[in-house]
Structures are given as structure tokens and as C-alpha cells.
């Protein structure tokens, strides 16, 4: 089904209609898009290690993609800071000609993020949004995607601020109801894009029925999992084509470096991004790789503390504020309560808190002391934002009403402190409030 998606996508981009699937490039992307890059190696360079397959998720999030380093056995991969590679001959290499293309630490990375997301294929890149933006010129103009209506705010400003510019359609909908979603696929359809738990509302969506409908429609589905990472949720076992992350945010869990990374199952599809990838060249230094490499070998040990923290902060806030006024998950009294039981094997540190006005969300925001006031989110510190002014700066005013952003509103981020600390700072910072 993943084949016949990709083919009856470059068959629309071709003829401008439906018809059988024939030797058209894939992905809605322009017939002169090579439909299959030649290379030397039997298999992608960016293809994971067969035998990384086996263990606990705990053991791949260590081992996989990493070999000793053959010069010296060092246990650690090691930083590559090369830009090009010493050439035996005219055609003849050891695999790697040019950094923007392959680079030994960022390839570690990329394998073991794609072994833990159930991938066979990943590809880094120097942002979550660079990751974006790459995975969006795999669209040419004309080409149509369905959107769900609360992203982002900086999915929202590359799509409206950019790519409609450039001849993308994009139609935004409440993901959560299947029927609406199926409702705004049109001919010209391309792909189903969805963040699940949203940002920063933690509203889901229900992948298996968006992957029904993706198949229906042949469209690719494309689902950022950075709130949940593949600990807690791994949509490519749902019938996604594409799964993506800001690496920046729980992947490397430290909050010192800036990263994107795309996985995905299909060799075709995996020819086009790293096309692209080289071609673009938003990729990622070889160090920012080694941070989020060393990142994701402490990536299950920190969600697990991230969740336990995160339900008992949403309890101590729920019975505070009022189960109505704290949007988490976790919580029975959550819409969505039953299908991250479902689809989730945890629930996580994100949350979100109705204070009722923007006076109330600044005092709070000025009293935490152990939580930060600061962009970003998945570090081991508790940070907190006011989302309708950072996160969603961005987006139009009606838009944010539209979607059922106030200014009243604040997101948490529980780190891995003590929990005891975390309840106990927002306790004195909601007094009066």
C-alpha cells in the first residue's frame, strides 16, 4: 500500500489525474525527480543494521547504529569534523565523498533513531523545521495537503508564510473527527500531516483511522512525534509513511543543541529524502548529531521520569485548578482519555493549563522558580511558555480563537526533578490565581 501511495502520487503530479501508476516519480514531485539514485553501496548508507533488531528498547536506544571505532575500539562513536573525504581514484571511495551528503556521526544518529521509531531509514537535519521544510519538497506546486488545524506554530508559519507562496494548498482540520479529515481530501490530495499529542492543546489523533484514510485517499501520512518520541508512541506501526521529530526537544533531552530527523520504511521514498537532503543541505553539524546520539541513550530512562512527574503534577493541578482547566492525557477527564491509553504506552511531562486570563498567566509565569519561563520544551529542566504569544506568536489571532488557544493559557514541560519540587513551585506560584 505504501508503494501504490507513492505511485499514484507522481502519477497525479504527472498527468494532473488519476490513472494507473507507471514509471512517474513519486511524492508529487516533478518528473525530472530521479526516481532511483544511483549509488555504489548495496543499500542506502542511511539503512539500519539488521542485527540492531534484537533486544529491549532500552538495549537499541544504546547499541543501535554504533560499531566500535575500527581505528581504536573507542567505545563511543566518534565526531567526525570532516567536510570531505580522501578519494583512492575517480569514482572509487569508501563510501563517503562530501559531509553535506553522509557523515559517519550523523548516520549513527540517524540509524538509531530509525531502529527505535521501528524505521528502516532516518535522516538528520539541522532543525526540526529544516527537517520539515525538507520533507515538504518532496511536493511540487499545485499539490494539496491536509493539515491538522492545531500544529506548531512554526509548521503553521512555513506552510502560510511560505509554501502557499510557492503553490502549495493547504486545508486545516480538527484531525480528532476522521470524517472531517476524510471530508477535505480532493483529487489533488497529496498527503495527511498530524501532530499527535498537539501543541500545545495535547489534543490526539487516532492514527490507525488516519492511516485508513491516507490508504483510501493513497496520500502519504505524515506525523511529527516529538511530545511522545518513539518511547511512548511509534506511528510507523500505525501506518504512517513518514515520522518526524524535533530532535532538538526530547531526543536529545539536554536542551544544547538544534536538530530535525525524518524516518521512514519505503527504500523509494528514503531515495527521495536523502536526495533532497544532499540537494537542500539542511543538515545538521557533526557535533549537534553526537549530542542528540548521546541524548538518545538515556532517552527511555528520562521519559519514564518525565511521565511519572508529569501525572503527578497534573494531579496535584487537577485537583487545584479543576480537572476542566488542565489538559493532560493522562487525566480520565481528558477528551482523548481513552485512545492514549490505546495508542500510547505512557503519557508523558507536556501539559497544558487554563488560568482564565493574560494577567493570570503572567503572574505565574513570573512566580515559578524551579520551572523556567524559555521557548522549547523535553529538556531534563521543567520549562513552562505562554503559547499564544511564543509558541504561536506567529499565527494570526483568529486563528489561535479558532482553535480554542486563549491567553489564558500556559504549557508546562516536567523535567526530571523531584516531583515534590515541581508541585511545590507550582503551588506558590498559583496563589491567588
Known amino acids: 500500500m505504501h508503494d501504490r501511495r507513492l505511485q499514484r502520487a507522481g502519477t497525479l503530479a504527472a498527468t494532473g489525474n488519476a490513472g494507473s501508476a507507471n514509471d512517474s516519480p513519486a511524492c508529487g514531485c516533478d518528473a525530472s525527480f530521479p526516481l532511483h539514485l544511483p549509488t555504489d553501496d548495496p543499500e542506502p548508507m542511511t539503512r539500519i543494521y539488521d542485527e540492531d533488531l534484537t533486544g529491549g528498547f ?20 566518534p565526531l567526525y569534523l570532516t567536510s570531505t573525504y580522501v578519494q583512492e581514484s575517480i569514482g572509487v571511495n569508501k563510501g563517503y565523498e562530501y559531509a553535506r551528503g553522509k557523515n559517519p556521526t550523523r548516520q549513527a544518529l540517524e540509524r538509531n533513531v530509525a531502529v527505535l521509531e521501528g524505521g528502516t531509514h532516518g535522516f538528520a537535519f539541522g532543525s526540526g523545521m529544516g527537517c520539515l521544510d525538507s520533507i515538504m519538497k518532496l511536493f511540487r506546486a499545485g499539490d494539496h495537503i491536509v493539515c491538522a ?16 507562496h510557492m503553490g502549495l494548498s493547504f486545508t486545516y ?50 506525523v511529527d512525534n516529538t511530545f511522545a518520541t518513539p518511547i511512548y508512541q511509534r506511528p510507523l506501526e500505525l501506518g504512517a509513511d513518514i515520522v518526524w521529530h524535533s530532535t532538538t526537544k526530547y531526543i536529545n533531552g539536554h536542551s544544547d543543541m538544534i536538530g530535525g530527523l525524518a524516518v521512514v520504511l519505503e527504500d523509494d521514498l528514503a531515495d527521495r529524502l536523502q536526495f533532497i537532503l544532499n540537494a537542500a543541505g539542511a543538515v545538521p553539524g557533526p557535533f549537534d548529531a553526537w549530542l542528540a546520539l548521546r ?46 491509553k490505546r495508542q500510547m504506552s505512557a503519557f ?58 486563549t491567553e489564558g493559557m500556559v504549557r508546562l514541560s516536567c523535567g526530571i526533578e523531584d516531583a515534590e519540587d515541581l508541585v511545590a513551585d507550582l503551588e506558590q506560584a498559583l496563589v491567588g490565581i
Open 149 to 164: 488545524e492545531n500544529v506548531y506554530g512554526g509548521t503553521f508559519r512555513l506552510f502560510d508564510r511560505i509554501l502557499k
Open 348 to 405: 508523558g511531562g507536556m501539559m497544558t493549563l487554563e488560568l482564565g486570563t493574560k494577567d493570570n498567566a503572567r503572574q505565574f509565569l513570573e512566580r515559578v522558580k524551579v520551572f523556567s519561563l524559555a521557548e522549547s520544551l523535553g529538556g531534563v529542566e521543567s520549562l513552562t511558555n505562554h503559547p499564544y504569544t511564543m509558541t504561536h506568536g506567529s499565527v494570526p489571532a483568529e486563528v489561535k480563537d479558532a482553535m480554542g488557544l
Open 295 to 340: 541524548g538518545t541513550k538515556t532517552l527511555p530512562l528520562r521519559m519514564k521520569q518525565h511521565d511519572l512527574n508529569g501525572r503527578q503534577v497534573a494531579d496535584f493541578l487537577a485537583g487545584r485548578l479543576g480537572h476542566e482547566r488542565v489538559i493532560y492525557p493522562g487525566l480520565p477527564s481528558h477528551p482523548h482519555h481513552e485512545l492514549a
Open 173 to 222: 482540520v480538527d484531525t480528532s473527527d476522521p470524517q472531517r479529515v476524510d471530508e477535505a481530501m480532493t483529487p489533488t490530495t497529496r498527503a495527511l500531516l498530524v501532530e499527535t499529542p498537539t501543541n500545545p492543546l495535547m489534543r490526539l489523533t487516532d492514527l490507525r483511522a488516519m492511516s485508513e484514510i491516507a490508504k483510501r485517499h493513497q496520500v502519504l501520512l505524515i
Open 58 to 77: 532500552a538495549t537499541r536506544a544504546i547499541h543501535a547504529g554504533q560499531r566500535p571505532d575500527p581505528v581504536s575500539g573507542a567505545i563511543m562513536t
